[in-house]
C-alpha cells in the first residue's frame, strides 16, 4: 500500500449530493498500487473479491475529473460484482486535477497535455502489471470509462486485441472542445471498423455535449464494418454524466438499467460464468 494519491471527490465537482453512493470494502481486498510504464510510477486504484486472485479484469477509465472517490468507488461496485477491478490515473505525468475548481483550468492546464498514445500504452501496462502480479485474470479483459473516458473505451477496443468487451459511457465519438494534436487525430467515429471484442455504448438522450446525430452516425459506421457485436443504447430521459450519482446530472433509473445492462454484457461477451 502506498500514500493515497487522491482522496475524495475532486473540487470541480463542485457540491457532493449527501446520498451520493459509497460502496463499503466488506469481502474485498482493496488498494493504491504503482504501475511501472515506460519507466513512470503510475498510480492506481484496485479491488477484488477477497482471495479471489482468478477474477476477470476490468480495466477502469476515469472521468475528466481524474481518479477521484466516484471512480475508485465504481471499482469497489464492480469488485462487489465479482470482478478484479483496476483505475490508473491517466493524467499523472501532466499533474493532478483534485484541487482545481475550474473545468477550463482542467482542459487547458491537464487534459490537453494528455496523448492518447501515452493513455492505451498506460492501460496496456495495468495489464501486464495485473498479470504479472496476478491481481486478476487477464485472459478475461474488458474495460468501462465514464465521459473522458467513456471516449478512452472506444480507442482501447481499436487498440487492444486482448480485450473481450467493453462499455463506454457518454463517451464523446466526433472531436470535442478539449481535442488537440496531441490527442489521436482518430476519434471513436473513425476506428469502428477497427473494433476488438463487443463494445456497448450507453448515451442520454438529452446530453447537451454528444449529439444524437454523432450517436446514428456511430451506429452506421458499426453496421457497414459488420461489427454485430456492438451496439449503443441511448437513454432518453437521461442528460451527460447520468451515472454520476454525486451530481445532479444523475438520472436513478437511467444509471441503474446501464449497470445491470453493463454487468449482463460483459456476462453475455465472455468475462463472467456466473
Known amino acids: 500500500m502506498v500514500n493515497s494519491f487522491l482522496s475524495g471527490y475532486a473540487a470541480a465537482t463542485g457540491p457532493v449530493a449527501a446520498d451520493a453512493v ?15 510504464s515506460d519507466g513512470f510510477p503510475l498510480p492506481a486504484y484496485w479491488a477484488r473479491p477477497r482471495n479471489e ?10 472521468e475528466i475529473f481524474g481518479l477521484h472517490a466516484y471512480i475508485k468507488d465504481v471499482c469497489r461496485r464492480l469488485a462487489k460484482g465479482g470482478y478484479a477491478a483496476v483505475a490508473p490515473e491517466l493524467y499523472a505525468r501532466q499533474g493532478s486535477v483534485a484541487g482545481m475548481s475550474d473545468m477550463q483550468e482542467i482542459i487547458d492546464t491537464v487534459v490537453r497535455r494528455v496523448p492518447d498514445t ?5 492501460l496496456d501496462a495495468v495489464v501486464e502489471h495485473t498479470e504479472r502480479e496476478g491481481l486478476g485474470d487477464t485472459g478475461r479483459l474488458g474495460i468501462t470509462g465514464f465521459c473522458w473516458g467513456g471516449r478512452i473505451v472506444w480507442l482501447y477496443s481499436a487498440h487492444q486485441a486482448r480485450l473481450k468487451a ?25 476506428v469502428a471498423g477497427e473494433l476488438h471484442g463487443a463494445i456497448l455504448g450507453l448515451y442520454g438522450g438529452k446530453d447537451d455535449g454528444i ?36 451530481r445532479p446530472s444523475y438520472h436513478e433509473a437511467s444509471a441503474k438499467d446501464g449497470w445491470e445492462r453493463m454487468l449482463a454484457w460483459f456476462r453475455r461477451h465472455g468475462l463472467a460464468t456466473w
Open 166 to 190: 467493453g462499455v463506454a459511457w457518454y463517451g464523446k465519438l466526433a472531436a470535442g472542445p478539449y481535442s488537440t494534436p496531441v490527442m489521436q487525430p482518430q476519434q471513436p467515429l473513425d
Open 22 to 36: 459509497t460502496t463499503d470494502e466488506v469481502g474485498l481486498e482493496t488498494g493504491e498500487i504503482r504501475v511501472t
Open 118 to 122: 501515452q493513455v492505451l500504452a498506460d
Open 211 to 246: 449529439p444524437l446525430t454523432d450517436v446514428a452516425r456511430m451506429r452506421a459506421e458499426l453496421a457497414r464494418a459488420g461489427k454485430s457485436n456492438c451496439e449503443i443504447a441511448v437513454y432518453p430521459d437521461a442528460g451527460h454524466a447520468f451515472h454520476a450519482d454525486y
Open 53 to 62: 486472485p482468478g477474477r476477470p479484469l476490468v480495466l477502469v477509465a476515469q
